[in-house]
């Protein structure tokens, strides 16, 4: 996803649907393109993750009833990672289903049908509102290991280091949730654009090389193995 420059030059913010109803999403595109925001879809949840990992968007459009990945599951795994805003799409005026996409993370919602006045303001508080912290901003720096999220960029105590782009989202992956157990299947989720059919093997040596580049030999280290459950990382005390 590349920012089109918005008046005077700033860049758009991104906004990411995640849509099957191809009515429904050209509509809600047609919304935020008119209010200069830049839509990017995705018509299920899997394809919307990798969109997600691929262009960092400031706020998503989310709906509950996808194929593949439904919308619960998206915004469990947004939640693993992001702080990004996530507007949700409701089809049926429940309560309970409100407050369920609430309690799970989400900062809004929009019932369908929806006027195109009300998706356009509730998408544009949410932009003003942006929790601080968020992924725009967001800098991890425990004393040895420090990572610039939104410049992808990683030092070890003051030295720059080369990464991937999968190692760096694996890196990232592990520092936002410290003393975590990441299981490979999480980490390929988040660290891989496109995990479709690559083993926990892929993750495992991918460790191996970030370990490496992080200056860790054998079983000292930031970052942990724990054998059956997947991989953490320890902050140095």
Partial sequence: ??????????????????????????????????????????????????????GRPDLVVLDIGL??????????????????????????DLEAEKVRGLRAGADDYVTKPFSNAELLARVEALLRRRRPGSDA???YDD?????????SEASVSDRPVSLTPTEFRLLAALVRHPARILSPDQLLEQA?????????????????????????????????AVRGFGYRYLPPR
Avoid: C, N, Y
């Avoid at 004393?143 to 410049?151: Q, S």
């Fill in 137 to 139: 901003a967001e800098v």
């Fill in 143 to 151: 004393g040895l290991v420090r990572v610039a999220f939104a410049d």
């Fill in 1 to 54: 996803m590349t920012r089109r420059p918005g008046p005077g030059g700033t860049s758009r913010p991104r906004i990411l649907v995640i849509e099957d109803d191809p009515d429904i999403a050209r509509a809600v595109q047609a919304v935020l393109v008119a209010g200069r925001l830049e839509p990017v879809a995705a018509a299920d949840g899997q394809a919307g993750l990798r969109a997600f990992h691929a």
């Fill in 192 to 224: 891989w654009q496109d995990p479709a059919g690559i083993g926990p093997d892929r993750v495992k040596f991918a460790v191996m090389r970030l370990r490496r580049k992080l200056g860790q030999r054998g079983s000292g280290g930031p970052i942990e």
């Fill in 67 to 92: 194929p593949v990945l439904d919308g619960w599951a998206v915004l469990d795994r947004l939640r693993d990672f992001s702080e990004v805003p996530v507007l949700m799409l409701t089809s049926h």
